[in-house]
């Protein structure tokens, strides 16, 4: 799997979730669950689990868009640059030749 169908993939995964759309996920430390927050209430999303764990996948969840599409700006940036190179190369051949 190429890497951005890979990314595409995970950020699909990504979008299913509770809430994806218009939530944030929230820990309560003393109740030990998940929340997805949103203008018309809290769903639960999850319990039994550190507080550690908690606090990283609420993390995760909030940042991946902006992961993904950073991913996705650094791909398009190595494309850019590997074009560029090519281009710069093929230059050189080319004043090589015409220096021959």
Known sequence: MEDRD???HLHQLFSRTTGAENRYWRP????????AVG???EDWVGAGISVADMDWICAV??????????LHAALDEADRLDRERDELV?????LERCQK
């Open 61 to 70: 969840h909030g940042c991946f868009p902006d992961l993904v599409r950073r």
């Open 90 to 94: 093929g230059r050189v051949v080319e």
């Open 28 to 35: 309560l430390e003393d109740e030990d669950r998940i929340v």
């Open 6 to 8: 890979f990314f595409d």
């Open 39 to 41: 203008e018309d209430g």
